[in-house]
């Protein structure tokens, strides 16, 4: 049973940076997609980030050139870099894996517990 924990959330100011951390186990993050997802209050979840086996990654458009989703091997956990950070990108942000090494379509079968980010204007 994978368990994946994020870390790295906070409150920063509009065009500020934060790095996301999900760190697993029982789950190895080089072999499978992994992804970032995100949901603020009253909204539907929003898939941020992917990357596949390949390392291949995709964005949402509301995040493309700013957020980079990459992960390190050996240290089983993958990352989520924000830059320029706007009001609008605060969610709650999950860390999730799934069971297959594709990410088209993906489901996701592990969730993270979450990591609250706050952006003010």
């Known amino acids: 049973q994978g368990q994946l924990v994020e870390s790295g959330g906070g409150s920063v100011q509009a065009g500020e940076s934060l790095r996301l951390s999900c760190a697993a186990s029982?789950?190895?993050?080089?072999?499978?997609?992994m992804g970032w997802v995100r949901q603020a209050p009253g909204q539907e979840r929003e898939g941020v980030a992917a990357i596949d086996r390949y390392g291949s990654t995709s964005y949402a458009d509301s995040v493309e050139g700013r957020f980079t989703i990459s992960r390190d091997n050996a240290k089983n956990t993958m990352y989520l870099q924000m830059n320029s950070l706007k009001p609008e990108d605060t969610a709650m942000y999950y860390c999730?894996?799934?069971?297959?090494?594709?990410?088209?379509?993906?489901?996701?079968?592990?969730w993270g517990q979450g990591t609250q980010v706050t952006v003010s204007s």
């Open positions: 999730a894996a799934a069971t297959s090494w594709w990410c088209d379509n993906v489901r996701y079968n592990y």
């Open positions: 029982g789950y190895t993050v080089s072999s499978y997609c």
